[in-house]
């Protein structure tokens, strides 16, 4: 009897832990879901964007709730919880760790300062920087937010998103001008976004401070939206000097990305 119950424990192993693990899948799924559909949806959304049962939903959101990773709001939609402000901001920090080296070479071969951006909700937040050798070199404090107008890492991180998601995007931070040449329509910035996907890479020219000139691609295939750039002053950062250094961006950017999804692949 003994040898029978633990044959029969051993074999119902697998299959509690391939459910455990089917569980764990579709409730990342699910967060994912809601961030995609601005952090805040019904169950009868969630049912039809993922395709699973109502009642599937309901136990695994109450499970997510009860973690305080999801709330459910006064009119019964759940919203993304508080508790993931806290994953987010350490894995930010820990991936803009990571990415030094990469932007460290990238200051070796162009000679401008290097940075690391993700989109995070409506803003830009930077979360690695390595700066120049130079004595004349641009800073940007590690953890500032900008709006992704005026900056080039904002257009290549939004190249591909959809016009009608980036015209509300914008509608919700506004427009503000950093400086006169800030692109402050939303025509004036897809116009900006289609000479993105047709270059490869994007420009800040002057517009989120005079005297300063970026460029930027974004990181392909990275499980969140990231971007790396380079930043230095108009008189460095000229067209000619920008025909040497985007290649260089793109490159480094493929690396990151292969990087990235070995990390994943170790799991």
Known sequence: MPTSSASTTDASKPSAASGGVQSLERAFDLLERMADAGGEVGLSELSASSGLPLPTIHRLMRTLVACGYVRQQANRRYALGPRLIRLGESSARLLGTWARPYLARLVEETGETANMALLDGD?????????????????????????????????????????????????RTGMPAATEKTITTPEGFLDALEQVRQAGYAVDDNEQEIGVRCLAVSVPNSPTAAAISISGPAGRVTETATERIVPILQGIAEELSAALANTGAQG
């Open 123 to 171: 803003e830009i937040v930077y979360v690695a920087q390595v700066p120049s050798k130079h004595s004349m070199r641009m800073f940007t404090e590690v953890g500032r937010r900008v709006l992704p107008h005026s900056t080039g890492v904002g257009k290549a991180l939004l190249a591909h998103t959809p016009p009608e998601e980036v015209r509300a995007l914008l509608a």
